[in-house]
């Protein structure tokens, strides 16, 4: 198809083409076409309905054979189309089918794909199923990137396989802004884990000074620093996953599942006493001496970094980047831009007296798993710190009290400041009107960063759904402006047109 090595593989018996089927099912995505060819009887329909059942993550689910309606549609959080293709007249009745618009929205599965002659698309997976002696021979050719995508899973499956989980049931969990992606994993004896599969970055484009964006901002590029933070975590008294198995060279790590508790309701809104039970966590967790320097069982010492200067300005910048460009539709000027930078080199030394302690980063609800069986601090559930540092505690606070995906009323986030404030103070020497201070600061650094990421997400990567979050980010950031050190980028904003109470 393209000169990259198709993957072959013995498959015995029905069980384990159905394996196949739940593991290609989870390294699909939207625009995919799968064609399956084979006789009779080879394992197609099998393959298809596992891997359908596994995207609908329901085993029962009836998913009739195509071959008279030709097309059966599914709609899951991947959209699937079954195509049978054998009884096809012409290969032009495929339009009338609705192929281009199922291809559009999801993933095609076709088998008899020789019927369509050569519309189906040329980037396409393509399977084919042989018998073998004792076993069925199953070849898989696609463009590299694909090819890629499907590798990782059996990798995956490998890695399973090599710590006595071969039959293991896997399903898909969540995926997030990064290229880090997460699984459910079933045992036999029916316990569930939890699978991350976090590659190791490549070298990204340089931003500055031969260093990407990644590197300036320090931004975990394999997962050893998620080992690292997890075992101070815990070792400490936090609740952060137990490792079951970890292969920190291939990025794999099979983790304790600690549920799906959260801090919101079942209509997406805060549950204040978690929320006040989360930043009673983090005033312990901000108390708490963390290393610098973390020592490994495989001799590997992980250097927790600075949240310095240059990495939270850097940060800022994204409101110049892409947030400024696209709600004004021209970029900043030289000057606007040495405007911006100048303020904030004014309000990072403002900083510089502030206390510093570990900066979990992204301290909020889509990282806080809420475990009600548990007591104390072990009620919440820690995840997602592998890009942690050390800098000024306001940081976490502001990541929670100004939540990126939930609104936080002005009533609650009064309460979580006065929790938050009552907890440090009783710890000791605490300088109150320093931290308020810092909190204002570290709010419209994140405020701008994540205004800036939003776009980005959407215009770069094409995930337009973190859109939703731009109004809330924008108020925060108003928020934010109410405190006179802020007054500098208020009128910044103001001048080039970022008004904080717009809509997206």
């Known amino acids: 198809m ?51 059942r596994a995207i609908a993550d329901d085993e029962q689910l009836e998913v009739p054979s195509p071959t008279f309606t030709l097309v059966q549609l599914y709609d899951l959080h991947l959209p699937v189309a079954h195509f049978d293709l054998y009884r096809l007249g012409d290969a ?45 021979r199953v070849t898989i050719a696609a463009p590299p990137a694909k090819l890629a995508r499907i590798a990782r899973v059996l990798a995956i499956r490998t890695f399973l396989a090599d710590h006595g989980l071969a039959d293991a049931t896997r399903r898909h969990l969540t995926g997030d802004a990064s290229s880090r992606a997460y699984e459910h994993v079933y045992t036999a004896g029916g316990a569930r884990l939890v699978l991350m599969d976090a590659p190791a970055s490549p070298k990204a484009a340089v931003l500055k ?43 794999i790590l099979l983790l304790e599942d600690f549920g799906s508790g959260s801090v919101l309701d079942a209509a997406g809104q805060p549950i204040p006493e978690r929320y006040r039970a989360s ?17 490994l069982a495989d001799g590997h010492i992980h250097h927790i970094a600075d949240f310095d200067p240059e990495a939270m300005k850097t940060e800022a910048e994204l409101l110049l980047d892409w947030h400024l460009p696209w709600r004004r539709g021209s970029p900043a000027t030289n000057q606007e831009r040495a405007e911006f930078l100048s303020i904030w080199d004014g309000l990072i030394a403002q900083l510089s007296a502030a206390d510093t302690t570990l900066l979990l980063r992204d301290f909020h609800s889509p990282n806080i798993i809420w475990r009600d069986a548990a007591e104390g601090l072990q009620k919440v559930g820690l995840i997602d710190f592998q890009d942690a540092m050390i800098g000024p ?35 000791g020497d605490f300088d109150e009107a320093a931290f308020l201070k810092s909190f204002a600061i570290m709010a419209a650094q994140r405020s701008c960063k994540l205004s800036g990421i939003w776009v980005r997400l959407m215009t770069r990567d094409g995930k337009p759904g973190y859109m939703k979050h731009m109004p809330r980010t924008l108020g925060y950031l108003s928020a934010a402006f109410e405190h006179e050190a802020l007054s500098p980028l208020r009128d910044w904003c103001a001048k080039v047109g970022i008004t904080t109470t717009e809509s997206a």
């Not at 281009?100 to 084919?128: F, H, M, N, Y």
């Open 2 to 52: 393209n000169g990259q090595p198709p993957l072959t593989l013995l498959l015995s018996g029905e069980a384990a083409t159905r394996r196949l089927g739940e593991d290609l099912a989870l390294s699909l995505s939207i625009g995919d076409c799968v064609a399956l060819s084979g006789d009779l009887g080879a394992g197609k329909s099998t393959l298809a309905r596992a891997l359908i």
């Open 92 to 136: 032009h009745e495929l339009d009338e089918l609705g192929f281009d618009e199922a291809l559009s929205q999801g993933v095609c599965l076709v088998e008899w794909p020789d019927k369509a002659g050569d519309l189906l698309p040329t980037e396409r997976i393509s399977i084919t199923f042989a018998y073998g002696t004792d076993d069925r």
């Open 209 to 251: 000074d031969g260093r990407s964006y990644a590197e300036i901002v320090h931004l975990a590029r394999d997962v050893y620093p998620f080992v690292a933070i997890d075992k101070t975590l815990r070792e400490r008294g936090f609740a952060a996953p137990a490792i079951i198995h970890a292969d920190c060279d291939q990025g």
């Open 279 to 295: 930043v009673a966590c983090l005033a312990a967790l901000h108390a708490t001496d963390f290393p610098r320097d973390i020592s």
């Open 393 to 427: 505690p306001a940081y976490d606070l502001a990541s929670i009290i100004q939540d990126a995906r939930v609104t936080i009323g002005p009533d609650l986030a009064a309460t979580l400041m006065a929790d938050y404030l009552r907890l440090r103070r009783a710890q």
